[in-house]
């Protein structure tokens, strides 16, 4: 990555994209992410800008991106990566390649994490760890796949073991109360039913069946599973409650934008990041 702009030379406390992404990159190492994940500054103008305003989505679509263009933002946090394979050329005759297009065109730089943010300590599944638990005393959670960096605190997915046995039907209500949900979809274990005592609950945000799959607990969590995974799990006598992809990722996405903010403000920092809660959003409705 280049730059002209350093922090004596600038008239502003305007982060530069350098500045940026070192700062993403303190709260979570590229080398955390899957080996198959597509992470990092993903399209870097040839032309350095100040960035004084960044957006940060879950999702890059052309609605998201027309809102980004519109509010003159320097550079896109995306969650998931819009480039999931390698293009082996830009046209305009698919979304992802136009997004990358428009992007090049508008000057606008994009930054995506990914399971970067899985696999962190305080990402995107101790934050659903702690929004599950609000108010719970007596649990301990440790990562389903440990990251040799830090294998108590970092890694895929997290376990969670209650000293105090739970209901099914307190999880259900916590999912629904806290990710504003009418409706969830949920698969009983064999012999489970809604007053059935839940001592462990393995959770992984978005769709990382491969995470939990033939791990023992009472009550799996997650965005989306396979309809054989789910089988699977009902038949070692293992409750599902999926919350749909982004539902169970997008919480943490606007958190952490404003953490950012409030940290960023505490150093004077005058760089803001931006949340487009109209534009990024679930695909997947209930009627």
Excluded at 8 to 19: A, C, G, H, R, V
Excluded at 61 to 86: D, G, N
Excluded at 200 to 220: E, P
Excluded at 229 to 255: G, M, P, W, Y
Aim: charged residues 20%.
């Amino acid at each position: 990555m280049h730059t002209q702009f350093s922090r004596s030379q600038s008239l502003t406390n305007y982060l530069t994209l350098e500045e940026m992404v070192s700062e993403l990159e303190k709260f979570a190492p590229l080398e955390l992410a899957e080996s198959w994940d597509n992470v990092g500054l993903l399209v870097e103008p040839s032309t350095p800008r100040l960035i004084t305003k960044a957006l940060m989505v879950n999702d890059l679509t052309e609605s998201v991106l027309e809102q980004a263009i519109e509010s003159s933002v320097e550079l896109i946090i995306s969650f998931h990566s819009p480039i999931c394979s390698p293009l082996t050329k830009i046209t305009q005759r698919n979304w992802r390649e136009r997004i990358i297009s428009r992007c090049i065109e508008q000057k606008i730089a994009l930054y995506s994490p990914h399971t970067a943010w899985h696999v962190v300590e305080k990402g995107v599944n101790d934050e659903m760890c702690s929004l599950i638990n609000v108010g719970q005393r007596g649990y301990t959670v440790k990562p389903i796949v440990p990251h040799p960096s830090n294998p108590l605190k970092r890694g895929s997915g997290r376990l969670i073991q209650y000293e105090e046995d739970l209901h099914l039907e307190y999880f259900i209500e916590q999912v629904q109360n806290l990710f504003d949900l009418k409706h969830v979809q949920i698969a009983m274990g064999l012999g489970h039913h809604p007053t059935t005592n839940i001592k462990t609950v393995a959770l992984c945000a978005g769709s990382r069946s491969s995470v939990l799959k033939n791990i023992h607990a009472d009550l799996y969590i997650t965005g989306e599973m396979s309809h054989h995974d789910i089988l699977d799990a009902v038949h070692q006598r293992t409750s599902v409650i999926l919350l749909n992809h982004t539902i169970s990722e997008r919480l943490f996405v606007q958190k952490l934008g404003r953490d950012f903010n409030q940290m960023f403000a505490s150093k004077r920092i005058s760089t803001r990041i931006m949340l487009d809660k109209q534009h990024d959003k679930e695909p997947l409705v209930t009627h």
